[in-house]
């Protein structure tokens, strides 16, 4: 249900960024009735045509630091992403990754979960270049 969900939102949102002013229909998503299919499957990551980082700060919350960025990414706007550091296990380098705006809500059992409000499906690559910018970003401010 929530792979839906988040497929709608994210037609909506690039409907919306269009200037579309009304969704009629949404289309149903095609569903395979297999899952031996879906778990071969390599990820479809989406490819990032354009980019850019809108505004970027550092905020510290209990002695914790994080960085918020605002991004347009290939025409849509993403506000409250997170620039995400952490140390991979296998190489020990550092890397990054874009953490999406989520939402506190409940699962069907009542307990508290998180959804994600926006999503793109990137690359590692991709992440690692839009990381690097909002860095930039957050320099030269």
Same mark, same amino acid.
């Given at each position: 249900?929530?792979?839906?969900?988040?497929?709608?939102?994210?037609?909506?949102?690039?409907?919306?960024a269009?200037?579309?002013?009304?969704?009629?229909?949404?289309?149903?998503?095609?569903?395979?009735?297999?899952?031996?299919?879906n778990?071969? $499957?390599?990820?479809?990551?989406? *490819?990032? @045509?354009? !980019?850019?980082?809108?505004?970027? +700060? %550092?905020?510290?919350?209990?002695?914790?630091?994080?960085?918020?960025?605002?991004?347009?990414?290939?025409?849509?706007?993403?506000?409250?992403?997170?620039?995400?550091?952490y $140390?991979?296990?296998?190489?020990? *380098?550092? @890397?990054? !990754?874009?953490?999406?705006?989520? +939402? %506190?809500?409940?699962?069907?059992?009542?307990?508290?979960?998180?959804?994600?409000?926006?999503?793109?499906?990137?690359?590692?690559?991709?992440?690692?270049t839009v990381?690097?910018?909002?860095?930039?970003?957050l320099?030269?401010?």
């Open positions: 249900m929530i792979g839906r969900l988040r497929y709608y939102y994210n037609l909506y949102a690039v409907l919306s269009y200037g579309e002013k009304e969704v009629t229909k949404m289309p149903r998503k095609q569903s395979s009735n297999s899952n031996n299919e778990k071969n $499957k390599k990820p479809e990551f989406e *490819e990032l @045509k354009s !980019f850019e980082v809108i505004r970027a +700060r %550092e905020l510290t919350y209990n002695g914790k630091t994080s960085v918020l960025a605002d991004l347009k990414l290939n025409g849509v706007c993403v506000y409250g992403a997170r620039a995400v550091t $140390k991979d296990k296998s190489t020990g *380098e550092d @890397k990054d !990754f874009i953490g999406w705006p989520e +939402r %506190e809500g409940k699962d069907k059992d009542g307990n508290k979960a998180y959804y994600k409000v926006a999503y793109m499906a990137l690359s590692a690559e991709d992440q690692q990381c690097n910018a909002i860095y930039d970003k320099d030269n401010n």
